[in-house]
């Protein structure tokens, strides 16, 4: 059996914007339900390198961890105040800063995506776009690798480079030990089957969501897991649909993403932008706890 957290960025952004849950709040709720752990978002009001600046700050964010039991799966970096392409200096700097927030924070994965909407730039071939991937990802690999963090990569509708032959592509060629792939269901669906905002036409597949992750045998670090209704929401990504009221047949994608090697501890749901979040964390759990039990 694999452990379940839930992403807490879920309960910062979309219609909690304004009303943000406190992580502590969230914490107690999610112990009380049987979860297991959290992606923990790096995302102001949550936590943020910024607000826990200090030894004394960091003890009390662990110490409130334990009081309800939970670990923390994964940790997702703020690096969306820059544009990787326009300001690469600058989102590497901060990637440098959340390295160190999660090595001293002691979580053990730290997640990126490419940082840049999924727009070709004026005089920029995507070959040329690819490339420059390939050498940032590495050397950020290479930098995570000096804090003994693995990093992870979430492709989605919303950032450049996500069709399905070039994401595998590109995590190929970085070829580091520590580099993976954050395997999202509901961006794997619209990347397979939908093909949303792709640069390169004709890139979906017939085997759709299984057959992608086939593609991506012994490459995925962490999965997070979440329906899809096939469309795009506000912030033009995927919609994270509860389960259920989407297209994914998780009987299909849990085999699937066991038979292409998937070994971490780990499932993670992400409830990102869903409006009523709070309402369906409990059955989100049963519905991971089902095929938990059935196929692990």
């Known amino acids: 059996m694999k452990k379940v957290s839930i992403g807490t960025w879920a309960f910062t952004f979309g219609a909690y914007a304004d009303n943000p849950v406190s992580l502590e709040e969230l914490c107690k709720t999610l112990s009380e339900i049987g979860y297991d752990g959290v992606s923990m978002g790096g995302f102001m009001p949550h936590a943020h390198p910024d607000l826990y600046d200090t030894e004394e700050k960091r003890a009390e964010l662990q110490d409130m961890l334990k009081k309800y039991n939970l670990g923390v799966a994964d940790f997702a970096a703020d690096l969306w105040s820059v544009d990787s392409l326009k300001q690469t200096d600058e989102w590497l700097a901060l990637f440098d800063k959340n390295c160190t927030f999660c090595k001293q924070m002691g979580w053990p994965i730290i997640r990126i995506d490419s940082g840049a909407p999924p727009i070709l730039p004026e005089g920029k071939t995507y070959a040329e ?27 989605e509708p919303g ?11 590109v995590v190929k060629a970085v070829n580091e030990p520590n580099f993976k792939l954050l395997f999202d269901t509901c961006h794997g669906h619209m990347a ?9 036409e004709g890139m979906t597949l017939k085997g759709g969501l299984a057959e992608f992750i086939g593609m991506c045998k012994d490459l995925i670090g962490i999965v997070h897991v979440i329906d899809s209704d096939g469309t795009l929401n506000d912030a033009e990504t995927s919609t994270h649909a509860p389960f259920g009221v989407g297209e994914i047949d998780f009987d299909e994608a849990i085999p699937a993403f066991l038979e292409a090697g998937y070994k971490a501890d780990w499932w993670a749901i992400d409830l990102c932008e869903w409006p009523e979040a709070l309402k369906v964390m409990k059955e989100s759990k049963e519905f991971v706890d089902g095929f938990n039990k059935k196929y692990c």
């Open 129 to 155: 776009i690819k490339e420059f991937f390939i050498k940032t990802f590495k050397d950020m690999a290479q930098r995570a690798a000096k804090d003994g963090l693995e990093i992870v990569w979430e492709f």
């Open 159 to 169: 950032f450049i480079i996500n069709e399905p032959k070039n994401i595998v592509d």
């Open 192 to 200: 397979a089957v939908v093909g949303s905002r792709h640069i390169d």
